[in-house]
T-cell receptor, first 115, second 111 residues
Framework: DTAVSQTPKYLVTQMGNDKSIKCEQNLGHDTMYWYKQDSKKFLKIMFSYNNKELIINETVPNRFSPKSPDKAHLNLHINSLELGDSAVYFC??????????????FGSGTQLSVL | GQQLNQSPQSMFIQEGEDVSMNCTSSSIFNTWLWYKQDPGEGPVLLIALYKAGELTSNGRLTAQFGITRKDSFLNISASIPSDVGIYFCAGQFTGANNLFFGTGTRLTVIP
């Protein structure tokens, strides 16, 4: 059973389109994240939600809007896609916020290609 | 954002050799972690370190939390082909919710 699953695995789309990536975790965690990995493999946090509440929102364009319908799901919606949005997007989850032994579990990523 | 630099950037080694890589930061972290990323997959946790000077092993992997709390080291002994991948260090502050990742070390093992 996949612990953190995200769909789709690959997403190819045209500039200007709107797209969504879904993420679900079955670990019973209450904190979820979105990370972006660029072409140089650098991983950077975008958002973090704890029990459906937004707790981290890095300097991400407001075209990116996360939505957490419940603590097991964190979806990422992107409006007006741009070429620079092409990257691999990783969903992750952890047991609880502000724990010193917090460990993140990652999904297998969504490779977004904007043409 | 936080800057975590890993070295080397990439390594090509023969199967059976030992590997060392390190990670340095401009900030003091309370937790250091090492992740491995296989192609087409997300990072997977290898080792977590919680105290300065701590040395922790996981099979053929050994990692250390630097005394200054600004660095960490990962060693892999007797490498095998499945060790191929990108190794990331990550630092975490106490009370923080997220990890700051290093620039990655890409390991290639030649059979």
């Amino acid at each position: 059973d996949t612990a953190v699953s995200q769909t789709p695995k690959y997403l190819v789309t045209q500039m200007g389109n709107d797209k969504s990536i879904k993420c679900e975790q079955n670990l019973g965690h209450d904190t979820m994240y979105w990370y972006k990995q660029d072409s140089k493999k650098f991983l950077k946090i975008m958002f973090s939600y704890n029990n459906k509440e937004l707790i981290i929102n890095e300097t991400v364009p407001n075209r990116f809007s996360p939505k957490s319908p419940d603590k097991a799901h964190l979806n990422l919606h992107i409006n007006s896609l741009e070429l620079g949005d092409s990257a691999v997007y990783f969903c992750a989850s952890s047991h609880r916020r502000s724990a010193t032994n917090e460990k993140l579990f990652f999904g297998s990523g969504t490779q977004l290609s904007v043409l | 954002g936080q800057q975590l630099n890993q070295s080397p950037q990439s390594m090509f080694i023969q199967e059976g050799e030992d590997v060392s890589m390190n990670c340095t930061s401009s900030s003091i972290f309370n937790t250091w972690l090492w992740y491995k990323q296989d192609p087409g997959e997300g990072p997977v946790l290898l080792i977590a370190l919680y105290k300065a000077g701590e040395l922790t092993s996981n099979g053929r992997l050994t990692a250390q939390f630097g005394i200054t709390r600004k660095d960490s080291f990962l060693n892999i002994s007797a490498s095998i082909p499945s060790d191929v991948g990108i190794y990331f260090c990550a630092g975490q502050f106490t009370g923080a919710n997220n990890l700051f990742f290093g620039t990655g070390t890409r390991l290639t093992v030649i059979p």
